[in-house]
């Protein structure tokens, strides 16, 4: 089945710093990435729309200066949390769509803003 | 637009019970639904999917769900309910695809399973 890997699982740092998260395809190519954002005990919130060599599409009340996505390859986008601030504390989930339309889900990032 | 509800947001049985998560979807169009399990700390696990086809689809650890067009409803079941599955259920619903070819995942608000031992 297609697998999406996330990197790091878990990362602490301190605020005003930034944190760049991974999320691979390892082993389908996907054009189209997903970020979401979950708080705990609640569903997941979409962030953005992330598509190799383009820009990302981010929803509404997204800050894109503050969230940077980048594309760069079929198998590969990533997540940058600048100035990171305890409030950006929360677990982020990636996902990628395949071929058929369908996403496959990462394992998710638990990040810590102290 | 599309969207999916799930109207509990805890429900509770006996181990060895049957279960029930229920959700009901709106959409436009044919309908593409999707049932996720989330442990603690964790991703979403896919359990099954419904596209078209039978009404009633079989998914993982033994999970199915029914596909009930006229009551517009895609309730999660499982004969008989096991502790590890205590979980997180997510409904989803995928939407209308976009003008990149890109189809976004419309989530339920999530029901958190508890089976009681």
């Known amino acids: 089945g297609a697998v999406v890997s996330q990197h790091p699982s878990r990362v602490i740092c301190k605020s005003g710093t930034s944190v760049k998260i991974e999320c691979r395809s390892l082993d389908f190519q996907a054009t189209t990435m997903f970020w979401y954002r979950q708080f705990p005990k609640q569903s997941l919130m979409l962030m953005a729309t992330?598509?190799?060599?383009?820009?990302?599409?981010?929803e509404q009340g997204v800050e894109k200066d503050k969230f940077l996505i980048n594309h760069a390859s079929l198998t590969l986008s990533t997540l940058t949390v600048t100035s990171a601030h305890p409030e950006d504390s929360s677990f982020y989930i990636c996902?990628?769509?395949?071929?058929?339309?369908?996403?496959?889900f990462g394992p998710g990032t638990r990040l810590t803003v102290l | 637009a599309q969207s999916v509800a799930q109207p509990e947001d805890q429900v509770n049985v006996a181990e060895g019970n049957p279960l029930t998560v229920k959700c009901t979807y709106s959409?436009?169009?044919?309908?593409?639904l999707f049932w996720y399990v989330q442990y603690p700390n964790r991703g979403l696990q896919f359990l099954l999917k419904?596209?078209?086809?039978?009404?009633l689809v079989k998914g993982s650890y033994g999970f199915e769900a029914e596909f009930n067009k006229s009551q517009t409803s895609f309730h999660l079941k499982k004969p008989s309910a096991l502790v590890s599955d205590s979980a997180l259920y997510f409904c989803?619903?995928?939407?209308?695809?976009?003008?990149?070819?890109?189809?976004?995942?419309?989530f339920g608000t999530g029901t958190r399973l508890k089976v009681l031992a």
């Open positions: 996902s990628a769509q395949s071929s058929y339309n369908e996403q496959f």
């Open positions: 992330s598509n190799e060599g383009s820009k990302a599409t981010y």
């Open positions: 419904y596209i078209t086809g039978d009404n």
């Open positions: 959409v436009s169009g044919n309908p593409y």
């Open positions: 989803a619903v995928r939407d209308i695809g976009g003008d990149s070819g890109t189809y976004k995942y419309i």
